[in-house]
Nanobody, 122 residues
Framework: QVQLVESGGGLVQAGGSLRLSCAAS????????MGWVRQAPGKQRELVAVITYGGTTNYADSVKGRFALSRDNAKNAVYLQLNSLKPEDTAVYYC????????????????WGQGTQVTVSS
């Protein structure tokens, strides 16, 4: 089994920055893809950014140029740098992982973290 533990998040003003971290433990050797999905109140979950073990990435159009995803395979961890934050980025951000390479926007994931709140004030 795999556990995903998130850290980071919080309250920030528009234009500010945050950094989210996620570390996998347990049978993390099973993981290929890691990344983040978010859900805003009253909206469907949406992919934010994911990265495969080989380094292939996919970002939502709404965050391209503002968010940056990186991965440390040795630590089984991913890091999401959120810059130029907007109020519409307010959501619960979930760390996700999959056993296979998955970068499609509507991909399903095998493992989920508990979620961390990001709130951007205007």
């Amino acid at each position: 089994q795999v556990q995903l533990v998130e850290s980071g998040g919080g309250l920030v003003q528009a234009g500010g920055s945050l950094r989210l971290s996620c570390a996998a433990s347990g049978s993390s050797v099973l993981i290929n893809t890691m990344g983040w999905v978010r859900q805003a109140p009253g909206k469907q979950r949406e992919l934010v950014a994911v990265i495969t073990y080989g380094g292939t990435t996919n970002y939502a159009d709404s965050v391209k140029g503002r968010f940056a995803l990186s991965r440390d395979n040795a630590k089984n961890a991913v890091y999401l740098q959120l810059n130029s934050l907007k109020p519409e980025d307010t959501a619960v951000y979930y760390c996700v992982a999959a056993r296979l390479p998955k970068t499609a926007p509507r991909a399903t994931y095998d493992y989920w973290g508990q979620g961390t709140q990001v709130t951007v004030s205007s």
